[in-house]
């Protein structure tokens, strides 16, 4: 039996000793590289954090020591230590969770696996230790440098920092990376702190050789020492923690679990708030992960572990491929067309117009609210910016949005990808409460495409408009076939134009719901249900068309892959009092609930968003709506 196979608690870890510990990190790393390659998942992240996650349950007692963890996704090593081996559904329906999961594990304290808020959850877990008089619990935040990027980490380190006698210790995971290589000001910052290894070992055997010296060496010290914050200044910038009030240690080789140990225990015994610093390497210990310049394997699909090579064929492009082009070709065409990114350069399709235009793109790092007050800023400047992010993340800058960004009525283009369900990275990654959010925004314009000439063209639409801001949304997945219009309808396309001069049903398809509603549509026609099947092509504001075209069926679905409360079919049932137009409105949309982490089909089944399911639905309306006969008999 390997060693891995006997750690069935972080307590187990203690009993082995050093050569027994890098044998155990070798097997991690042999299981992450094999166990990934089948299900796909976070490789690169977990690869780096070996040693240091070892270290870390070796030196704290989880889980009565809170042990944080941001992002999530670097939290695959934390699950084999803590008892959970079987890797084989990992991300899928059933199997464990690709973050951390209060469902799993008493270990697992928080589940939220949107960057920078690691050190505010620690803020309030070791103040609640500090009320309830809890002195021996520990609580340890492990943060990625990719997360201390973003603001909310420094509003905690703020807080953190103003306690100098309330126990927290902050690991510092600096691989120089997020997903891609670490930006800014802060990264620099490290990698000057990475340089200055040899200043605590120089400072040491100074402070030996002048306190050495007969009769003047202790009061030339105590001098000197007046000028040590100085002298560290010029040689260790490490002062930018402690001027916070952080005990700062490091760096230290995050590979290294006896150094990583020995800090660790320097922490513990310091009773207040500790940075400790460790150096690691995303991707360690596997050849082509290192060679990935790009994110170093920092997701990868299901793959051959020897070769890398997917394990199946590629099933068509992907929405942020298509969307990715066409703005390379709007650049060439509009000069005044800029680019952001929030430390996601590559997921969302930037990487040909960085090639392309690199004066005209910027990745802020993790950093969602700044992105969009800075293109407000790029707009008034007179410039076009399009800030791609993924859809759950735009949930951060909401009211950057609302106040900066719509109050002044700035064209900026919000470009949104994983739209809707994204499926195997569970309920924080869900795109599912956009259409929600910027329902209630003044000015702004949504566009939901349905098919990959539907995005080209809206895309175009929505830098086209300069006095408010536009959203484009799509979801993660290959984009299907076109999805032909058979005529249109003020500015919406109409898929499906029925026989019947009465139609029953007026389905309105949002985006790439469209090929559903369009099979549900023919299930109805099956049933003798007559059905029109619309594309409003912008969601927001409703189209002025919509309330006459709906006078002519008895009843509306609105089919969206968005949460029911506030989203798009709201929207069109207050469009439709407002013009007086008395009908049932279905909405055919997300329940208001945390989806767990499945395929996106697989979830999309789970809550009815199904041609089945919908056909259903909308069949129980009409039989409901129905007058009895002997009802109109009475009224003749």
């Not at 070709?329 to 680019?339: K, L, Q």
């Not at 969206?560 to 049932?584: C, F, I, S, Y």
């Amino acid at each position: 039996m390997s060693l891995l196979e006997n750690i069935r608690s972080p307590r187990d870890l203690k009993a082995l000793d050093a050569e027994e510990l890098t044998e155990l990190a070798e097997e991690i790393r042999h299981f992450l590289v094999h166990a990934v390659a089948r299900t796909g998942g976070h490789l690169g992240p977990n690869l780096g954090v070996v040693e240091l996650t070892i270290a870390l349950h070796r030196s704290f007692d989880s889980p009565s020591d809170r042990i944080l963890w941001d992002t999530g996704h670097q939290s695959y090593v934390h699950k084999l230590l803590t008892g959970r081996q079987d890797f084989s559904k990992l991300r899928g329906k059933g199997g464990l969770s690709g973050y951390p999961s209060r469902a799993e594990s008493e270990h697992d304290v928080i589940e939220n696996s949107h960057a920078s808020t690691v050190l505010s959850w620690a803020d309030g877990l070791a103040k609640a230790n500090q009320v309830l008089g809890r002195w021996n619990d520990h609580v340890v935040a492990v943060v990625g440098d990719g997360a201390l990027t973003g603001g909310m980490a420094w509003e905690a380190l703020n807080n953190i920092a103003a306690a100098r006698d309330r126990p927290l210790i902050i690991v510092v995971n600096d691989n120089e990376r997020s997903y891609a290589p670490t930006i800014g000001g802060l990264a620099n910052h490290l990698a000057t702190l990475r340089t200055t290894d040899g200043y605590e070992r120089f400072l040491a055997r100074g402070k030996e050789a002048v306190q050495s010296l007969p009769l003047i060496g202790k009061p030339l010290y105590e001098s000197l020492h007046g000028a040590k914050k100085g002298f560290k200044d010029a040689f260790a910038p490490q002062g930018m923690f402690e001027d916070l009030g952080l005990k700062y240690l490091g760096p230290i080789d995050g590979h290294d679990i006896a150094a990583v140990e020995s800090a660790l225990r320097r922490a513990k015994r310091f009773h207040g708030p500790v940075l400790v610093h460790c150096r690691t390497q995303k991707g360690r210990g596997y050849r082509p992960a290192l060679e990935d310049e790009a994110d170093r394997f920092h997701t990868v699909g299901v793959m051959n572990p020897l070769t890398c090579e997917p394990l199946a064929p590629s099933d068509g492009r992907s929405w942020t491929s298509v969307f990715g082009e066409e703005l390379v070709r709007i650049g060439a065409e509009r000069p005044d067309v800029v680019a952001l990114t929030a430390a996601m350069l590559d997921p969302v399709g930037l990487t040909a117009f960085a090639r392309a235009y690199p004066d005209r793109v910027w990745d802020v790092g993790i950093a969602e609210q700044h992105a969009a007050t800075s293109a407000a800023g790029l707009a008034t400047g007179g410039l076009h910016p399009v800030f791609a992010v993924y859809a759950t993340f735009l949930n951060r800058a909401f009211d950057q949005v609302l106040m900066d960004v719509a109050l002044h009525k700035c064209g900026v283009t919000f470009v949104l990808d994983r739209a809707g369900v994204t499926g195997t990275d569970g309920p924080s990654h869900n795109g599912m409460w956009d259409l929600s959010l910027l329902q209630v925004v003044p000015g702004l314009r949504i566009a939901a495409p349905r098919d990959a000439g539907q995005l080209r063209a809206q895309l175009r639409e929505a830098v086209d408009v300069t006095d408010a801001p536009t959203v484009v949304r799509y979801p993660k997945e290959k984009v299907g076939p076109d999805v032909p219009a058979v005529g249109r309808v003020g500015g919406m396309d109409v898929l499906r134009r029925p026989e019947a001069e009465d139609p029953d049903v007026l389905l309105v398809a949002v985006g790439t719901m469209a090929q559903v509603a369009l099979d549900a549509a023919g299930l109805l026609d099956a049933r003798d249900t007559a059905c029109t099947v619309v594309d409003p092509r912008w969601v927001k504001p409703v189209d002025p068309a919509l309330p006459d075209l709906a006078r002519r069926h008895r009843m509306v679905g609105v089919v969206e892959d968005n949460v029911r409360t506030g989203g798009v079919g709201w929207a069109v049932a207050q469009a439709l009092r407002d013009a007086g137009v008395d009908l049932p409105v279905e909405t055919l949309g997300l329940p208001e609930q945390f989806l767990a982490h499945a395929k996106r089909s697989e979830v999309l089944a789970d809550v009815g968003l199904t041609p089945v399911e919908i056909a259903g639905r909308i069949s129980a309306v009409l039989a409901r709506t129905a007058r009895p006969a002997t009802a109109v008999k009475e009224n003749a």
